[in-house]
């Protein structure tokens, strides 16, 4: 697809209805300044001077589809009853992510990821330790079919669903199964942005996993052509899905697709690869182009040339990043 035919079809991306099932989680960073060292402990004493509340995990995925879509996306996880969950849901909302079909756990954690970062004068700000607050086990049954209910009324509504799985409990067996299962009754899309696991996920349209957790599952390294193919024919055999998108990092990504003269191989190199800052959540653009891209008609070859071009500009800014189609046209157009 050549750079004009892409800006053409850009503005096909606003009209697919996207929605996120998965692990929402609300990602904080504190900032401070060093000020010395504490008499009580050999530690850093950091003068705060700002805090950011962002989207992280699958919502920094729903986030990414709505600054590409216009807004059109709704999301479907759990929140606890605290004050990070009503935060995150007013973030959501803030980002144009319908969240009428979120489901309050009260018996759960809002899963929140606290970056707390200091700098001095003349240095730059690093990031001297994280706090997780997190719930890892499953959803309750009560909380499941809450969740399943949601889906099976929905799925419908959609052009497409995306599975944001950061296992942390939401995207238990019976809810993928559903969501699986409610997307080929309509005839949906639905792609899975997943790291392990990846049996319970057989069936869905796509799945996009890095090469590290590709290579666990499939038992081998990949270090040339033959092994990369060999590790492409396996995912798909294993998991039944139409495609596989590959990311590799510097290397760029790969995409086998299920044809009817058999599994296909396209390639694409990682562009500005001497530019790269930060690839903390990279993967969430790359789900969320690319599925945007299926559901709009690009195919998966173009759709995951979309991704990769998506995902070019967010290695650029640290911490989580989203763009929006005036990002895509003003890269190409350099």
């Given at each position: 697809m050549k750079k004009e035919e892409i800006a053409k079809n850009f503005d096909k991306l606003l009209e697919p209805r996207i929605l996120v099932i998965g692990d929402f989680a609300l990602d904080e960073m504190v900032f401070g300044n060093t000020e010395r060292i504490s008499r009580e402990a050999p530690v850093l004493i950091l003068e705060?001077?700002?805090?950011k509340q962002i989207l992280g995990a699958a919502s920094n995925a729903a986030n990414n589809v709505s600054k590409l879509n216009g807004g059109k996306v709704s999301a479907i996880g759990v929140y606890g009853q605290d004050y990070q969950g009503e935060k995150l849901l007013e973030i959501l909302k803030e980002n144009k992510i319908d969240t009428s079909l979120m489901v309050l756990d009260?018996?759960?954690?809002?899963?929140?990821?606290?970056?707390?970062?200091?700098?001095?004068?003349?240095?730059?700000?690093?990031?001297?330790?994280?706090?997780?607050?997190q719930s890892k086990e499953p959803l309750s049954f009560e909380i499941e079919q809450k969740v399943i209910e949601n889906i099976k009324n929905n799925v419908s509504k959609f052009d497409g669903i995306i599975l944001s799985d950061y296992h942390l409990g939401c995207l238990t067996d019976n809810v993928v199964k559903s969501a699986i299962e409610e997307?080929?009754?309509?005839?949906?899309?639905?792609?899975?942005?997943?790291?392990?696991?990846?049996?319970?996920?057989?069936?869905?349209?796509?799945?996009t996993p890095n090469q590290p957790d590709a290579e666990k599952q499939v038992g081998f390294f990949i270090k040339d052509e033959q092994s990369l193919k060999l590790a492409g024919e396996k995912l798909i055999q294993q998991l039944d899905s139409q495609s596989i998108l590959l990311t590799r990092g510097e290397n760029g990504m790969a995409l086998f697709e299920k044809t009817q003269d058999g599994i296909k191989l396209e390639k694409v190199c990682a562009y500005n690869k001497k530019e790269v800052f930060?690839?903390?959540?990279?993967?969430?653009?790359v789900v969320a182009a690319f599925t945007l891209g299926l559901c709009a008609g690009y195919g998966a070859k173009n759709a995951m040339r979309l991704g990769n071009l998506a995902a070019s500009i967010v290695i650029r800014y640290f911490g989580c990043h989203t763009i929006t189609i005036q990002d895509l046209k003003d890269e190409l157009s350099c």
């Open positions: 705060h001077y700002e805090t009260k018996t759960r954690k809002t899963t929140t990821k606290t970056r707390i970062s200091g700098s001095c004068n003349q240095s730059i700000t690093q990031q001297i330790v994280r706090i997780d607050r997307a080929k009754k309509h005839n949906k899309i639905i792609v899975a942005d997943i790291q392990k696991n990846m049996e319970k996920y057989k069936g869905v349209s796509a799945i930060d690839v903390t959540g990279a993967g969430d653009t």
